[in-house]
């Protein structure tokens, strides 16, 4: 629950300083889109199936947590789900 209130929340934030903007409805009283936070609860649910290996390995972690975290918002944008913030609409 803190993964997905977390991820959330940041994504509410990055939305809200025009970063970039989804594409859809938002959740009510933020600017979040509803499949992100919906894309955060999914992956708070498989943080201790999918990425158990990676516990005695944190550099593996890191190295996964700072390329896919960028990666999957470049994906997004490419697919047309957002926007950059300051790219005409």
Known sequence: MVVALLGSAADTALT???VYSGVGPSLRGTR????IAALWAAFALTLRSSFAWMI???WVA???????????YWA??????????????
């Open 56 to 58: 005695a390995k944190p």
């Open 76 to 89: 997004g944008l490419r697919l047309g789900a957002l926007r950059w913030g300051l790219a005409p609409a």
């Open 16 to 18: 809200g300083l025009d």
């Open 62 to 72: 890191a190295l996964v947590g700072a390329l896919g975290g960028p990666l999957s």
């Open 32 to 35: 979040c889109p509803v499949w």
